[in-house]
């Protein structure tokens, strides 16, 4: 990858709503040279898409937790990704190595909606679960280095 499409990205991973006169200033490019390297790198599948952050506590999300999971069964299909992709508290599902098998960022709003998101974890995807309470984020989703 070129040094110039890695500002592009950078630049954009800083701040997704960056015009592209902004980013032909601070890459020196053209206005069209920019709006170009950006419909590439879009179609390489560098830039996956252009979303808001939103602040969990103003969305009524205050309580953030970790949940690893190991299937009950070792013997059983490894599907809990599928099997749990309708549980919109789930934020995010990682395949990690190690004891457990994923470990899933959820957030919910009390300790009793994560009590119930755990029931629902359990039986949806027959796994046992260990859970971590984030109690701050000194940071989070910072630009990767690139």
Known sequence: ME??????????????RMSFTDLAKETGLS???????VRRLEKRGAIQGFTARLDPDQIGLPLTAFISIKPIDPAADDDAPERL???????????VAGDENYILKVRVATPADLEELLKQ??????????????LSTPYEGRPPQI
């Open 85 to 95: 992709a309708h549980l919109t508290a789930i934020e995010a599902c990682h395949s």
């Open 3 to 16: 040094d110039t499409d890695r500002q592009i990205l950078l630049l954009l991973a800083q701040d997704g």
């Open 121 to 134: 974890i359990r039986s949806a995807a027959n796994v046992n679960t260990r859970t971590t309470i984030v």
């Open 31 to 37: 206005v069209s040279a920019v709006h170009q390297r």
